[in-house]
């Protein structure tokens, strides 16, 4: 399977990430966010309008996400990005449809409520590694459109 197919394959089998942003003070903050992706490997996520990751984006739109975290399942991404914040309407339906179709946890309750913003993270460097065999296999990714 080419590199990308299979990173693809494994971010769509999952529904959560922890994402990391940069306060003001360039303290890290993480939290854990549902996420949905594209074609591309471009991730989606939505959060409200006063969390401290929607503050942070203001001042530094570079973020980082862990992707797959169990002892079941030895594989995770380590993914890169840059996140703008969708405000064109049909940005925010097609995002929407994508929460819908990978039936992400508890996203679609909040779709229509005032505080809540939405996300698109565009990759600029994603590692895929495999432990579980016994040479771990790691893909990295580096250059996107």
Known sequence: M???????????QQKLAVIATASQTARPESALIAYTEDDDLCLYFQTGID???AANLKINPRVALTIGFSLENLVTV?????AT???????????????????SPT???YFNRPEVI???ISPTWISYSDYAGMLPEVIE???FK
């Open 141 to 143: 990714l580096k250059t």
């Open 85 to 103: 914040r969708l405000m064109e309407p049909a940005d925010l339906e097609a995002c929407k449809k994508r929460f819908v179709v990978k039936d």
């Open 107 to 109: 996203t679609a309750v």
């Open 2 to 12: 080419h590199n990308h197919a299979k990173i693809l394959a494994f971010i769509r």
């Open 78 to 82: 380590q993914y890169e990005g840059t």
């Open 118 to 120: 939405f996300f698109k």
């Open 51 to 53: 969390t401290r990751k």
